[in-house]
């Protein structure tokens, strides 16, 4: 038997036999020291890689390796030191005796967003009204947050984030024009459920046999914004605002990436990101 295809997740493994099978070619699957290994006769060799490669070609926007291996890639503890930034801040303000003219200064208040003070956008995203609020938004960052980053990879996730929590900020100053004030980072976390709801209604349009399905990602998105983004005092058109943003984001990544940036990619966008929150806080000064 010949080793043709090595560090396999366990569902890639699966799927390359399966395409194996309906081609008949003979394989055998191990468990390697970097993941699953798939084995051929001698013979079968050319065989199985065209077999694979057909596969992979015909199912370009479906196919189960790029989702491994984007999950395998964005494995990161990014949401811990974002959580720490907010939990810093919260201490900050919360310590300060002028904790309302802080709120005031860098909350988004829609009068002075639209006359000019366009870095209130990024700053309101990082304040929170109680530890309550702060505890919630770090709890959402954790799952959907987390899970963008596993997609597309930590720095062009955190930057789609930023990117969608702004832009729904934006709108909802918008909508309001005046006499709003609103904090928190559940925009840019409704942003991420947006994202992740986008992507995956993109990648189930591909195929025809799941283009009846391509649906529930969205209603899934949907029915999470009705349930956690419109409490009592949650500010719902935020949240909705930022979940639009978030499809289309999402929608345009699953259309011009076919598989995470490399670290350089990586590290400008994450750059981009922290230029954008250290400018924001510059301007408020």
Known sequence: MYKVFTNLGADEADLYGLVLSSSDVT???????????VYVRDTDYEKALDAIEKYLSEN??????????SFEYGRTFSALWVSLILVALHVGVALNHESGAFVKTYGLAAYEVLHGELYRAV?????HADTLHLAGNILGIALFCTAVCQITGPGVGWLMILVTGVGGNFLNAFLHKSHHLSVGSSTAVFGAVGILAGYQFFKKLGPPGRRNK???PLAGGLALLAFLGAGEHADLTAHLFG????????VLYAFLASRPGGKLCQASSLAIALMLFVIAWARGF
């Not at 700053?123 to 304040?127: C, G, N």
């Open 243 to 250: 979940f639009l943003v978030g499809i289309v984001v999402g």
């Open 214 to 216: 391509a649906w529930l």
């Open 27 to 37: 394989y055998h699957v191990r468990k390697g020291e970097h993941g699953w290994e």
């Open 123 to 127: 700053t309101s995203l990082f304040i």
């Open 60 to 69: 370009r926007d479906a196919h189960l390796v790029e989702e491994v291996h």
